[in-house]
């Protein structure tokens, strides 16, 4: 599959980093004619017009600071790697959430988006109930993506070189919004295919109105939820309303894609995807495709 790059997320504002872009974009989400977007090294979420290249706009989803230092901000960052829009109508609600792989990642926050003008209303939660719950099932918690199937939320735990299997997780999402105790139950294992010797793993999730699943993966060769690794290749995965791999299309050029997000097309679905190049001084980009069928 053949992406294309459509543009740099250049923000507004410079971020804690110094820097007036987005340099890690993780998980994202279109509503209307807007792009939504966190990062997993920022503390915001980015607003950006798909019908044109302005600059993002950012909300603060958290009150800390992040430090400037690359490897203090990476100890101390929420990690949002998750959004997920719970409604698609004016005054969309976002849900982001944490990767839990640490303490200071088990954050999220629910974001009341308005259609125009107003400021957007940021309600933090906290995932620590959620995070106890998937704990017993995972080997190593690493969330990565979701996605709303009626009253259930599916969570996409991200595997590694050790321990390469990726789960899916169900958990009933109105706990989710409530911080409240969270029952988690294992839904499947997937065994993705490897690329160059090195096995995708699931970095964002995003659900057909047919009730199938895409989802983006990459193989990174690294060993834990916390370390970053060099990059093999990467690919959009294509699972079936029972959560069976039915087709893998791997992706040129083979970029750490973090996000996804897909809405009909012509002759098929046109697929959005956010990268994530492991450097805080490269900007993170938007790139498509198109998924014929």
Same mark, same amino acid.
């Given at each position: 599959?053949?992406?294309? &790059? @459509?543009?740099? +997320? $250049?923000?507004?504002?410079? /971020?804690?980093?110094?820097?007036?872009? +987005?340099?890690?974009?993780?998980?994202?989400? $279109?509503?209307?004619?807007?792009?939504?977007?966190?990062?997993?090294?920022?503390?915001? +979420?980015?607003?950006?017009?798909?019908?044109?290249?302005?600059?993002?706009?950012?909300?603060?989803?958290?009150?800390?600071?992040?430090?400037? %230092?690359? =490897?203090? &901000?990476?100890?101390?960052?929420?990690?949002?790697?998750?959004? $997920?829009?719970?409604?698609?109508?004016? !005054?969309?609600?976002?849900?982001?959430?944490?990767?839990?792989?640490?303490?200071?990642?088990?954050?999220?926050?629910?974001?009341?988006?308005?259609?125009?003008?107003?400021?957007?209303?940021?309600?933090?939660?906290?995932? &620590?109930?959620?995070?106890?719950?998937?704990?017993?099932?995972? &080997?190593?918690?690493?969330?990565?993506?979701?996605?709303?199937?009626?009253?259930? /939320?599916?969570?996409?735990?991200?595997?590694?070189?050790?321990?390469?299997?990726?789960?899916?997780?169900? @958990?009933?999402?109105?706990? $989710? /919004?409530?911080? !409240?105790? @969270?029952?988690? =139950?294992?839904?499947?294992?997937?065994?993705?295919?490897?690329?160059?010797?090195?096995?995708?793993?699931?970095?964002?999730?995003?659900?057909?109105?047919?009730?199938?699943?895409? +989802?983006?993966?990459?193989?990174?060769?690294?060993?834990?939820?916390?370390? %970053?690794?060099?990059?093999?290749?990467?690919?959009? @995965?294509?699972?079936?309303?029972?959560?069976?791999?039915?087709?893998?299309?791997?992706?040129?050029?083979?970029?750490?894609?973090? !996000?996804?997000?897909?809405?009909?097309?012509? !002759?098929?679905?046109?697929?959005?995807?956010?990268?994530?190049?492991?450097?805080?001084?490269?900007?993170?980009?938007?790139?498509?495709?198109?998924?014929?069928?």
């Amino acid at each position: 599959m053949q992406l294309s &790059r @459509v543009r740099d +997320l $250049v923000t507004e504002a410079p /971020l804690p980093s110094g820097h007036a872009f +987005l340099s890690a974009a993780s998980g994202m989400a $279109v509503v209307g004619t807007r792009l939504c977007v966190v990062a997993d090294d920022a503390s915001c +979420l980015a607003v950006f017009a798909l019908d044109n290249d302005a600059p993002g706009t950012l909300v603060p989803l958290i009150p800390d600071e992040l430090p400037r %230092d690359p =490897a203090a &901000r990476k100890r101390v960052k929420p990690d949002f790697e998750v959004l $997920v829009a719970l409604e698609q109508t004016p !005054g969309t609600r976002l849900l982001a959430l944490g990767s839990g792989s640490t303490p200071q990642r088990m954050r999220g926050a629910i974001i009341e988006l308005p259609t125009s003008g107003e400021v957007p209303g940021v309600h933090p939660l906290d995932l &620590r109930p959620l995070f106890a719950a998937i704990d017993p099932l995972v &080997r190593q918690v690493n969330i990565e993506g979701a996605v709303i199937a009626g009253s259930e /939320l599916l969570l996409f735990n991200r595997g590694n070189m050790r321990a390469p299997a990726s789960q899916v997780i169900s @958990v009933p999402l109105a706990d $989710v /919004l409530s911080s !409240g105790q @969270v029952s988690a =139950a294992l839904r499947a294992e997937l065994s993705l295919p490897s690329l160059a010797g090195v096995p995708l793993t699931v970095t964002d999730a995003f659900r057909l109105d047919s009730g199938q699943i895409l +989802l983006s993966a990459v193989a990174e060769a690294t060993s834990d939820s916390y370390a %970053d690794g060099a990059l093999a290749g990467a690919a959009i @995965v294509e699972l079936d309303v029972e959560l069976e791999v039915l087709r893998t299309h791997v992706l040129q050029p083979p970029l750490k894609v973090e !996000g996804i997000a897909a809405y009909p097309a012509p !002759g098929g679905l046109r697929l959005l995807c956010v990268t994530d190049a492991d450097d805080p001084d490269r900007v993170a980009e938007l790139y498509e495709a198109t998924l014929r069928q």
